[in-house]
């Protein structure tokens, strides 16, 4: 979950300076805003998810190329992301730094974020909420009671 709300104001952004009138497709058939939305961040997700400074140059040129009929929402990716925080939201910068797979800011996050899929609505009653609870913590239990195993198991084996 990388930079979450720095997706969210491209999404914003884009909804806002990506207004289509009148904008046909190959095909003549006339282009919905929900999909210029799509488009730009499966874009914008390319750009984030470069592996190499190569790829990354790439898929900033292909983001242009998209764009270059919104020159407002262009202009404010470039000098307010792909400028100043680059090396903190794409892949190829921010994988040289040892972060053992949590790219959250917040410690809670990753923690929050797991519970959301244990729990089936955010209109459940409690007595539903306690037993999705309980059944995330019993899975985290038993995860560490095997990795515990494991590395016994491993070990062993490793030093014989």
């Known amino acids: 979950m990388r930079e979450y709300h720095i997706e969210r104001n491209v999404r914003a952004k884009c909804k806002t300076d990506c207004k289509v009138k009148d904008l046909k497709g190959k095909d003549e058939k006339e282009i919905k805003p929900s999909e210029v939305v799509k488009t730009a961040m499966r874009v914008w ?5 470069s592996d190499t400074k190569q790829a990354y140059t790439d898929n900033c040129n292909w983001f242009k190329v998209v764009h270059e009929k919104f020159p407002k929402f262009l202009e404010y990716v470039e ?6 925080v680059k090396e903190k939201v794409v892949k190829f910068w921010f ?3 040892m972060h053992m797979k949590n790219t959250a ?11 959301k899929k244990y729990l089936t609505s955010s209109m459940s009653d409690l007595s ?7 059944s995330m913590l019993e899975s985290q239990h038993t995860q560490i009671h095997a990795s515990f195993y494991m590395s016994i198991i491993m070990l062993g084996h490793r030093f014989k």
């Open 45 to 49: 997700e390319d750009i984030v998810d």
């Open 79 to 84: 000098s307010t992301i792909l400028g100043p």
């Open 95 to 97: 994988n040289k730094v």
């Open 105 to 115: 800011t917040n410690r809670a996050k990753p923690v929050h974020n797991r519970l």
């Open 128 to 134: 539903i909420n306690w037993k999705s609870i309980q």
